[in-house]
């Protein structure tokens, strides 16, 4: 899973959890490390978590950049955010900040599964 959040507390935060789940976890502090990650990868991940207001790139332009282009526009997203808004445009969910540990998991468990997709050519588990 990629989680991107400028929040370095919130992101090591979910980012140990769901390790503590079985996920492999992969940080981004920004939209644009987050995209440098996506387009030097050949194992994509499972899901992308995504803050929508950071630096550089933010989590708008990521979104609309990763739905655009034919290579990850299958991904998943979950939007976090602490403004009440409606489901952005190609994202798969919304989490409102702050959110629970039980809504994080559920939203995950109901978009990968448990542990992700054994098997699942080209995707990170």
């Known amino acids: ?3 991107v959040e400028d929040d370095e507390e919130l992101r090591d935060l979910i ?3 769901l390790e503590e789940e079985g996920y492999d976890v992969i940080p981004a502090t920004n939209g644009k490390q ?3 990650y996506l387009r030097s990868t050949r194992r994509l991940p499972l899901l992308i978590l995504l803050d929508l207001m950071m630096p550089l790139v933010n989590g708008w332009e990521l979104l609309r950049t990763i739905k655009s282009d034919p290579w990850f ?3 998943p997203v979950v939007v976090m955010t602490a403004v009440k808004r409606d489901r952005p445009s190609g994202a798969s969910a919304v989490l409102k900040k702050p959110f629970k ?3 994080l998991l559920d939203v995950v468990l109901d978009i990968v599964g448990p542990r992700g997709v054994p098997g699942a050519p080209g ?3």
């Open 1 to 3: 899973m990629l989680i």
């Open 15 to 17: 980012g140990d959890l």
């Open 34 to 36: 987050a995209l440098d």
């Open 73 to 75: 526009s299958a991904l």
């Open 101 to 103: 540990i039980a809504e």
């Open 123 to 125: 995707w990170c588990i």
